[in-house]
Protein backbone atom coordinates (compact mmCIF):
# COMPACT_ATOMS: atom_id res chain seq x y z
CA UNK A 1 0.00 0.00 0.00
CA UNK A 2 1.27 3.73 -0.81
CA UNK A 3 1.20 5.92 1.87
CA UNK A 4 2.82 8.77 -0.56
CA UNK A 5 1.43 12.23 0.11
CA UNK A 6 2.78 13.38 -3.07
CA UNK A 7 -1.19 13.88 -4.18
CA UNK A 8 -3.35 15.28 -1.30
CA UNK A 9 -7.30 13.94 -1.71
CA UNK A 10 -9.07 16.90 -3.76
CA UNK A 11 -10.73 17.92 -0.24
CA UNK A 12 -7.60 19.65 0.92
CA UNK A 13 -6.58 23.15 0.19
CA UNK A 14 -3.19 24.85 0.81
CA UNK A 15 -4.39 26.78 3.68
CA UNK A 16 -3.06 25.95 7.46
CA UNK A 17 -5.02 26.12 10.85
CA UNK A 18 -3.10 27.53 13.58
CA UNK A 19 -4.26 25.83 16.71
CA UNK A 20 -2.94 27.28 19.98
CA UNK A 21 -4.47 25.39 23.53
CA UNK A 22 -5.00 27.48 25.85
CA UNK A 23 -5.80 26.61 29.57
CA UNK A 24 -5.94 29.22 32.16
CA UNK A 25 -3.67 31.71 30.48
CA UNK A 26 -5.45 34.16 28.40
CA UNK A 27 -3.06 37.04 28.87
CA UNK A 28 0.14 34.40 27.77
CA UNK A 29 -2.16 32.95 25.34
CA UNK A 30 -3.37 36.56 23.59
CA UNK A 31 0.23 37.47 23.87
CA UNK A 32 1.46 33.84 21.37
CA UNK A 33 -1.32 34.98 18.83
CA UNK A 34 -0.65 38.24 18.20
CA UNK A 35 3.01 36.88 17.37
CA UNK A 36 1.11 34.51 15.52
CA UNK A 37 -0.74 37.09 13.65
CA UNK A 38 2.94 38.51 12.59
CA UNK A 39 3.91 35.40 10.44
CA UNK A 40 3.35 35.65 6.46
CA UNK A 41 1.36 33.16 4.42
CA UNK A 42 -2.24 31.59 4.39
CA UNK A 43 -3.87 30.46 7.56
CA UNK A 44 -6.33 31.56 9.94
CA UNK A 45 -6.01 30.81 13.86
CA UNK A 46 -8.07 28.23 16.23
CA UNK A 47 -7.75 29.09 20.04
CA UNK A 48 -9.05 25.91 21.75
CA UNK A 49 -9.48 26.38 25.28
CA UNK A 50 -9.03 23.11 27.45
CA UNK A 51 -11.57 23.53 30.04
CA UNK A 52 -10.64 27.21 31.77
CA UNK A 53 -12.02 28.51 35.16
CA UNK A 54 -14.56 30.33 34.38
CA UNK A 55 -13.35 33.60 35.16
CA UNK A 56 -10.14 32.90 32.56
CA UNK A 57 -12.69 31.23 30.27
CA UNK A 58 -14.42 34.45 30.64
CA UNK A 59 -11.10 36.94 29.90
CA UNK A 60 -9.95 34.88 26.59
CA UNK A 61 -13.43 35.09 25.38
CA UNK A 62 -13.49 39.00 25.72
CA UNK A 63 -9.90 39.23 23.74
CA UNK A 64 -11.25 37.05 20.82
CA UNK A 65 -14.40 39.01 19.94
CA UNK A 66 -11.69 41.95 19.93
CA UNK A 67 -10.76 39.72 16.59
CA UNK A 68 -14.14 39.24 15.73
CA UNK A 69 -13.47 35.36 16.44
CA UNK A 70 -16.73 33.09 15.92
CA UNK A 71 -17.23 31.49 19.55
CA UNK A 72 -17.64 27.51 18.78
CA UNK A 73 -18.63 25.11 21.88
CA UNK A 74 -17.63 21.61 22.57
CA UNK A 75 -21.26 20.17 21.33
CA UNK A 76 -21.40 21.77 18.00
CA UNK A 77 -17.81 21.23 16.41
CA UNK A 78 -18.99 18.27 14.20
CA UNK A 79 -21.95 20.32 13.13
CA UNK A 80 -19.70 23.31 12.25
CA UNK A 81 -19.24 24.07 8.22
CA UNK A 82 -16.96 27.09 6.75
CA UNK A 83 -16.01 27.54 3.37
CA UNK A 84 -12.34 28.09 3.56
CA UNK A 85 -12.20 29.05 -0.17
CA UNK A 86 -14.27 32.12 0.28
CA UNK A 87 -12.13 33.52 3.19
CA UNK A 88 -10.22 36.42 2.19
CA UNK A 89 -8.82 37.73 5.87
CA UNK A 90 -7.60 35.85 8.51
CA UNK A 91 -10.35 33.90 10.46
CA UNK A 92 -10.19 33.39 14.17
CA UNK A 93 -11.99 30.54 15.99
CA UNK A 94 -12.54 30.04 19.45
CA UNK A 95 -13.44 26.77 20.68
CA UNK A 96 -14.70 25.71 24.14
CA UNK A 97 -13.85 22.65 25.51
CA UNK A 98 -16.12 21.02 28.32
CA UNK A 99 -12.92 20.40 30.67
CA UNK A 100 -9.38 19.74 30.18
CA UNK A 101 -8.80 16.74 28.07
CA UNK A 102 -4.91 17.35 27.74
CA UNK A 103 -2.36 18.07 25.00
CA UNK A 104 -3.46 15.37 22.70
CA UNK A 105 -7.03 14.91 23.04
CA UNK A 106 -7.30 18.39 22.97
CA UNK A 107 -5.39 19.79 19.67
CA UNK A 108 -7.42 16.60 18.16
CA UNK A 109 -10.65 18.34 18.32
CA UNK A 110 -8.32 21.31 16.49
CA UNK A 111 -7.06 18.91 14.26
CA UNK A 112 -10.21 16.83 13.06
CA UNK A 113 -12.08 19.68 12.53
CA UNK A 114 -9.44 21.58 10.13
CA UNK A 115 -9.21 17.94 7.74
CA UNK A 116 -13.13 18.27 8.37
CA UNK A 117 -13.05 21.55 7.06
CA UNK A 118 -10.40 20.96 4.24
CA UNK A 119 -7.22 22.90 5.58
CA UNK A 120 -4.31 21.27 4.14
CA UNK A 121 -1.78 21.86 7.25
CA UNK A 122 -2.09 22.33 10.46
CA UNK A 123 0.21 24.46 13.00
CA UNK A 124 0.20 23.45 16.62
CA UNK A 125 1.62 26.02 18.73
CA UNK A 126 2.00 26.22 22.33
CA UNK A 127 0.50 29.43 24.06
CA UNK A 128 4.38 30.63 25.41
CA UNK A 129 5.38 30.56 21.33
CA UNK A 130 7.02 34.15 19.75
CA UNK A 131 7.68 34.08 16.09
CA UNK A 132 11.27 34.81 15.15
CA UNK A 133 11.06 34.03 11.19
CA UNK A 134 7.94 35.53 9.91
CA UNK A 135 8.36 33.68 6.81
CA UNK A 136 8.10 30.04 9.02
CA UNK A 137 4.91 28.78 7.89
CA UNK A 138 6.13 29.56 4.46
CA UNK A 139 8.82 27.10 4.58
CA UNK A 140 7.51 25.03 6.58
CA UNK A 141 4.84 24.41 3.64
CA UNK A 142 7.69 24.05 1.67
CA UNK A 143 9.72 21.23 3.83
CA UNK A 144 6.54 19.48 3.81
CA UNK A 145 6.38 19.67 -0.15
CA UNK A 146 10.31 18.93 -0.79
CA UNK A 147 9.98 15.25 0.04
CA UNK A 148 6.64 13.26 -0.76
CA UNK A 149 7.08 11.30 2.18
CA UNK A 150 7.54 14.42 4.69
CA UNK A 151 4.27 14.21 7.09
CA UNK A 152 5.70 16.52 9.56
CA UNK A 153 8.01 19.34 9.57
CA UNK A 154 9.72 21.90 12.62
CA UNK A 155 11.87 24.81 12.82
CA UNK A 156 15.07 25.62 15.49
CA UNK A 157 13.01 25.97 18.99
CA UNK A 158 15.13 28.64 20.49
CA UNK A 159 14.32 28.87 24.21
CA UNK A 160 15.78 30.45 27.54
CA UNK A 161 19.32 31.35 27.69
CA UNK A 162 19.56 30.77 23.98
CA UNK A 163 19.37 27.02 24.77
CA UNK A 164 17.91 25.11 21.91
CA UNK A 165 15.28 21.89 22.10
CA UNK A 166 15.25 19.34 19.64
CA UNK A 167 15.19 18.00 17.40
CA UNK A 168 16.13 14.21 18.45
CA UNK A 169 17.33 11.28 17.54
CA UNK A 170 15.89 7.78 17.81
CA UNK A 171 14.48 7.77 21.90
CA UNK A 172 17.13 5.52 23.88
CA UNK A 173 15.49 2.86 26.26
CA UNK A 174 18.52 2.41 28.60
CA UNK A 175 19.92 5.45 28.47
CA UNK A 176 16.53 7.68 30.02
CA UNK A 177 14.46 4.55 31.88
CA UNK A 178 18.21 3.59 33.87
CA UNK A 179 20.84 6.30 33.82
CA UNK A 180 19.31 9.60 33.06
CA UNK A 181 15.75 9.44 34.94
CA UNK A 182 16.93 6.24 36.68
CA UNK A 183 18.39 4.13 39.34
CA UNK A 184 21.63 4.44 38.24
CA UNK A 185 21.41 8.28 37.79
CA UNK A 186 24.54 8.47 40.73
CA UNK A 187 26.87 6.79 37.97
CA UNK A 188 25.69 8.59 35.29
CA UNK A 189 25.78 11.95 36.67
CA UNK A 190 29.29 11.22 37.75
CA UNK A 191 30.65 9.72 34.87
CA UNK A 192 28.64 9.65 31.75
CA UNK A 193 26.51 12.70 31.62
CA UNK A 194 29.55 15.05 29.87
CA UNK A 195 29.60 12.03 28.02
CA UNK A 196 25.87 11.99 26.92
CA UNK A 197 25.75 16.21 26.38
CA UNK A 198 29.00 15.75 24.43
CA UNK A 199 27.24 13.12 22.06
CA UNK A 200 23.94 14.88 22.03
CA UNK A 201 25.13 18.07 21.01
CA UNK A 202 27.09 16.88 18.37
CA UNK A 203 24.00 15.14 16.77
CA UNK A 204 22.27 18.15 17.02
CA UNK A 205 24.70 19.92 15.22
CA UNK A 206 24.67 17.62 12.44
CA UNK A 207 20.94 18.08 12.40
CA UNK A 208 20.99 21.49 12.24
CA UNK A 209 23.62 21.25 9.65
CA UNK A 210 21.45 18.69 7.38
CA UNK A 211 23.73 15.93 7.70
CA UNK A 212 21.43 13.47 9.89
CA UNK A 213 17.30 13.33 9.92
CA UNK A 214 15.63 13.35 13.31
CA UNK A 215 13.89 11.08 15.01
CA UNK A 216 11.17 13.49 16.87
CA UNK A 217 10.82 16.40 17.74
CA UNK A 218 9.31 18.83 20.55
CA UNK A 219 5.94 19.15 20.50
CA UNK A 220 5.44 23.01 21.52
CA UNK A 221 5.49 23.57 17.46
CA UNK A 222 5.21 21.29 15.13
CA UNK A 223 3.74 21.24 11.58
CA UNK A 224 1.46 18.88 10.06
CA UNK A 225 0.07 17.72 6.48
CA UNK A 226 -3.84 16.73 7.00
CA UNK A 227 -3.70 13.90 4.57
CA UNK A 228 -0.89 12.29 7.08
CA UNK A 229 -1.67 12.78 10.62
CA UNK A 230 -5.32 12.03 9.65
CA UNK A 231 -3.73 8.45 8.01
CA UNK A 232 -2.40 7.48 11.99
CA UNK A 233 -5.22 8.80 13.46
CA UNK A 234 -4.05 11.59 15.18
CA UNK A 235 -3.09 12.12 18.43
CA UNK A 236 -3.13 8.80 21.09
CA UNK A 237 -5.87 9.91 23.77
CA UNK A 238 -4.80 7.99 26.22
CA UNK A 239 -1.72 10.09 27.09
CA UNK A 240 -2.65 13.35 28.84
CA UNK A 241 0.12 14.59 28.46
CA UNK A 242 4.24 14.51 27.82
CA UNK A 243 6.21 12.31 25.27
CA UNK A 244 2.78 12.47 22.41
CA UNK A 245 5.35 13.41 20.19
CA UNK A 246 7.20 10.04 20.46
CA UNK A 247 3.86 8.83 19.90
CA UNK A 248 3.76 10.55 16.81
CA UNK A 249 7.13 9.83 15.54
CA UNK A 250 6.47 6.10 15.81
CA UNK A 251 3.06 6.26 13.97
CA UNK A 252 4.73 8.01 11.11
CA UNK A 253 7.55 5.60 11.21
CA UNK A 254 5.16 2.62 10.72
CA UNK A 255 3.74 4.54 7.47
CA UNK A 256 7.32 5.35 6.19
CA UNK A 257 6.81 9.00 6.66
CA UNK A 258 9.30 11.46 7.49
CA UNK A 259 10.27 14.46 10.04
CA UNK A 260 11.38 17.44 8.08
CA UNK A 261 13.72 19.57 10.17
CA UNK A 262 14.91 23.08 9.19
CA UNK A 263 17.20 25.06 11.11
CA UNK A 264 17.77 28.14 9.02
CA UNK A 265 14.35 29.26 10.55
CA UNK A 266 13.20 29.50 13.98
CA UNK A 267 10.54 29.99 16.94
CA UNK A 268 11.39 31.35 20.55
CA UNK A 269 10.07 28.67 23.21
CA UNK A 270 9.64 30.82 26.19
CA UNK A 271 9.15 28.53 29.03
CA UNK A 272 12.22 28.26 30.80
CA UNK A 273 12.65 24.58 31.90
CA UNK A 274 15.44 25.23 34.12
CA UNK A 275 13.30 26.82 36.89
CA UNK A 276 10.95 23.78 36.88
CA UNK A 277 10.33 22.56 40.72
CA UNK A 278 9.25 19.67 42.15
CA UNK A 279 5.68 18.48 41.01
CA UNK A 280 5.50 15.14 42.08
CA UNK A 281 1.62 14.81 39.70
CA UNK A 282 3.43 16.12 37.08
CA UNK A 283 6.17 13.80 36.95
CA UNK A 284 4.39 10.60 37.98
CA UNK A 285 2.02 11.34 34.75
CA UNK A 286 5.29 11.52 32.85
CA UNK A 287 6.85 8.39 34.17
CA UNK A 288 3.18 7.02 33.53
CA UNK A 289 3.60 8.11 29.36
CA UNK A 290 6.65 7.02 29.23
CA UNK A 291 5.68 3.16 30.16
CA UNK A 292 2.60 3.33 27.81
CA UNK A 293 4.91 4.63 25.13
CA UNK A 294 7.09 1.77 25.87
CA UNK A 295 4.14 -0.66 26.14
CA UNK A 296 1.82 0.28 23.34
CA UNK A 297 4.88 1.65 20.76
CA UNK A 298 7.52 -0.29 21.48
CA UNK A 299 6.09 -3.23 22.60
CA UNK A 300 8.01 -4.20 25.24
CA UNK A 301 7.09 -7.38 27.35
CA UNK A 302 6.23 -6.79 31.02
CA UNK A 303 9.10 -7.88 32.65
CA UNK A 304 11.09 -4.51 30.91
CA UNK A 305 8.31 -2.82 32.01
CA UNK A 306 8.22 -3.53 35.56
CA UNK A 307 12.15 -2.88 35.86
CA UNK A 308 11.57 0.47 33.84
CA UNK A 309 8.66 1.94 36.21
CA UNK A 310 10.98 0.51 39.65
CA UNK A 311 14.26 2.70 38.25
CA UNK A 312 11.89 5.94 37.21
CA UNK A 313 10.09 5.73 40.20
CA UNK A 314 13.19 5.43 42.47
CA UNK A 315 14.91 8.80 40.53
CA UNK A 316 11.40 10.51 40.97
CA UNK A 317 11.13 9.89 44.92
CA UNK A 318 15.36 9.55 45.98
CA UNK A 319 17.10 11.52 43.70
CA UNK A 320 15.10 14.34 41.90
CA UNK A 321 14.42 15.87 45.46
CA UNK A 322 17.99 15.42 46.53
CA UNK A 323 18.62 17.20 42.54
CA UNK A 324 16.33 20.12 43.53
CA UNK A 325 17.34 20.84 47.06
CA UNK A 326 20.69 21.33 45.94
CA UNK A 327 19.46 23.78 43.44
CA UNK A 328 17.42 26.19 46.01
CA UNK A 329 20.72 25.58 47.72
CA UNK A 330 22.58 27.34 45.38
CA UNK A 331 19.43 29.71 44.45
CA UNK A 332 19.00 28.17 40.74
CA UNK A 333 15.40 27.55 41.65
CA UNK A 334 13.44 30.18 43.05
CA UNK A 335 10.12 27.80 43.75
CA UNK A 336 8.24 24.38 42.90
CA UNK A 337 5.57 24.43 40.53
Same mark, same amino acid.
Given at each position: ?74 ? @? ?8 ? /? #???? !? %?? *????? &? ?71 ? @? ?8 ? /? #???? !? %?? *????? &? ?87 ? %? ?53
Amino acid at each position: MDNSLNEKPNRYTNRTAVLVLNWNKPELTMESVESLDAMEGEYDIFVIDNGSDENKRKKLIEEMKKKSATILYEK @DIYGFKLDIK /G #INDK !F %YL *LILLE &KNYGYGKGNNYGLKLACSLGYGYSLISNNDIKIIDKNVLEELIKGIKSNKRNAWAAPKIISYNGRQHGPYEKF @DFIKYSFFVY /G #IFYP !F %YF *LFKKK &KYENKAESILNMFNNEQLEPWWTIGCFIFFSNAAIEKINFFDENIFLYFEELVIAEKFKQKAFMLKYLPNISVFHEHNYGADGYNFKKK %YIEINSLLYFYKNYRYYNLFKLYLAKISMALYLLIYRPLILIAKWKKGNIKKAN
